[in-house]
């Protein structure tokens, strides 16, 4: 989430609790409540689903509202995953998910030209691909993930100590997994009326819902001046670049999924073309590539 986001997030929070503070009479469906508890859920390690909890109470009727805020974005439910990211999202077993996932996109991603000398890319040279999810398909290395749109909104597969997270210093059952979903893009909104009229349920919202990923490619720049490497994302495929008899090898990695990041593999890279004393890809060709199927 970017920082400016985050802000986003903190002034939604910052609603409940002045009208909490205030002591202010909040109007929900035709009737009156006073916040009893509220803040952004908290937890050891990680972050719980829930951005927002608020315990309502009007004496007779208390109501718990537990929000994930949204950016209000057609495409992209989270850009250019981080594995603390993804074990927020999927839990602890976030690792075999993606490899699972991927698994069945083996074969597009051998298909791949790494090494741009000329066309569309000319001068790039592929660290690995990073990891996006999407609301829709989106192209060759795309494909529907093996979790439910349920399951991650809510993130019903995170551990027990996000779920079960604090709120004003105290642990509160299911605190951390989302109900609601808000979507909003700055701080217009004023009050929490605002707010709690325009959530949804994220029961109704995941109807027949979907979720997606699609990795897209980090490279190298090798033309650039200086030359330049696209972000340093955590990847969810990498190339094991490496020097073997004078000639530049490399090897798809799938079993460790936003385990390395771009910065590891550019460092790897930089390494073998110092060693062949290649500078960019025109130095790159027949005599010193091992497998020239990659080149273009």
Not at 44 to 52: A, I, Q
Not at 72 to 87: C, M, P, R, V
Not at 154 to 180: C, F, M, T, W
Not at 279 to 292: A, E, I, P, Q, S
Request: hydrophobic letters at 35%; aromatic letters at 8%.
């Amino acid at each position: 989430m970017s920082k400016n986001f985050s802000k986003v997030e903190q002034h939604i929070v910052s609603l409940f609790l002045e009208a909490k503070s205030m002591d202010k009479a909040i109007n929900y469906n035709g009737k009156q409540y006073k916040i009893l508890i509220a803040g952004k859920p908290t937890s050891s390690k990680g972050e719980p689903k829930t951005d927002v909890y608020a315990l309502l109470s009007n004496g007779s009727e208390n109501i718990e509202f537990k929000i994930s805020i949204k950016k209000d974005n057609a495409d992209f439910l989270e850009n250019k995953l981080t594995k603390i990211g993804a074990e927020r999202l999927f839990g602890n077993n976030w690792s075999e998910i993606l490899t699972e996932s991927i698994a069945p996109l083996i074969g597009e991603f051998e298909k791949r030209i790494l090494i741009h000398r000329t066309k569309r890319y000319k001068g790039a040279i592929t660290l690995g691909w990073r990891f996006e999810l999407v609301n829709k398909k989106n192209g060759k290395l795309s494909n529907e993930i093996n979790v439910s749109a349920e399951e991650v909104y809510k993130g019903l597969l995170l551990d027990d100590d996000k779920k079960n997270a604090y709120v004003e210093n105290q642990r509160i059952p299911n605190s951390g997994v989302a109900e609601h979903i808000l979507f909003v893009n700055d701080i217009s909104i004023t009050d929490v009326e605002t707010v709690l009229n325009k959530v949804k349920t994220i029961d109704e919202y995941t109807v027949g819902k979907k979720i997606y990923f699609a990795c897209k490619a980090s490279n190298y720049q090798s033309f650039k001046n200086p030359p330049e490497v696209e972000g340093f994302r955590d990847l969810s495929v990498y190339i094991d670049w490496s020097v073997e008899n004078s000639q530049l090898k490399h090897k798809l990695r799938f079993d460790t999924p936003l385990m390395k990041n771009g910065r590891e593999i550019f460092k790897q890279l930089e390494n073998c073309l110092n060693i062949l004393g290649v500078r960019d890809v025109t130095g790159l060709d027949k005599t010193n590539v091992r497998d020239c199927s990659i080149c273009n």
